[in-house]
Nanobody, 126 residues
Framework: QVQLVESGGRLVQAGGSLRLSCSAS????????MGWFRQAPGKEREFVAGINWSGDNTYYADSVKGRFTMSRDNAQNAVYLQMNSLKPEDTAVYYC???????????????????WGQGTQVTVSS
């Protein structure tokens, strides 16, 4: 199985930047699609960003386009989420997820992901 561990979450001022990391272990995941999701208090888990196995295609929720950038380093078994121009509404627990399916195409659907990390808290103060 794949173990995913997120890190980098902390308290940050609105307008600031933060970089989240997701480290994978247990087996290689170079061929896996990866995603970032988040869940704010009282809200459902929502899609943030996704990336294909090679890292040449990325997908973003409308709410973060132009502000967040997802990337991956398969040699290091890691994915990242660079978060710029943070807003209070970005406050949430952020989760890293891996999709092992060869055929799935919907990065935004949490049901397509097979492995999840524990989450890292991001708090953006106004």
């Amino acid at each position: 199985q794949v173990q995913l561990v997120e890190s980098g979450g902390r308290l940050v001022q609105a307008g600031g930047s933060l970089r989240l990391s997701c480290s994978a272990s247990g087996r290689t995941f170079r061929n896996y699609k990866m995603g970032w999701f988040r869940q704010a208090p009282g809200k459902e888990r929502e899609f943030v960003a996704g990336i294909n196995w090679s890292g040449d295609n990325t997908y973003y929720a409308d709410s973060v386009k132009g502000r967040f950038t997802m990337s991956r380093d398969n040699a290091q078994n890691a994915v990242y989420l660079q978060m710029n121009s943070l807003k209070p509404e970005d406050t949430a627990v952020y989760y890293c997820a891996a999709d092992i399916s060869l055929s799935s195409r919907n990065y935004a659907s949490s049901a397509n992901y097979d492995y999840w990390g524990q989450g890292t808290q991001v708090t953006v103060s106004s």
